[in-house]
């Protein structure tokens, strides 16, 4: 499952950002600002227009996302199976 897809305050996991491409400076700016391996995550709200952009929550701190950033955020669910 990836961050543009969980439900609103849906407590989550990051499981890891994936790289769409060699060099991926969306991915690598994810990871400098939080998104890491164990990091709790959630979607805090949804911009009116398309639900963009994601507002995602790391710990104490918050960033607007657009979907197709938030897409690199592999998540697992809290309390799903692994």
Same mark, same amino acid.
């Given at each position: ?9 849906? /407590?989550?996991?990051? =499981? ?10 969306? !991915?690598? &700016?994810?990871? *400098? ?14 911009? /009116?227009?398309?639900? =963009? ?10 960033? !607007?996302? &657009?979907?197709? *950033? ?13």
């Amino acid at each position: 499952m990836t961050l543009s897809d969980l439900p609103l305050h849906a /407590p989550a996991r990051v =499981e890891d950002v994936q790289d769409m491409h060699p060099n991926d400076a969306i !991915a690598r &700016r994810l990871r *400098e600002l939080g998104f890491v391996n164990g990091e709790e995550v959630r979607v805090v709200a949804r911009g /009116p227009v398309g639900g =963009e952009p994601l507002l995602c929550q790391v710990g104490f701190t918050r960033f !607007a996302l &657009r979907r197709s *950033e938030a897409a690199r955020v592999r998540i697992q669910r809290e309390g799903a199976a692994s």
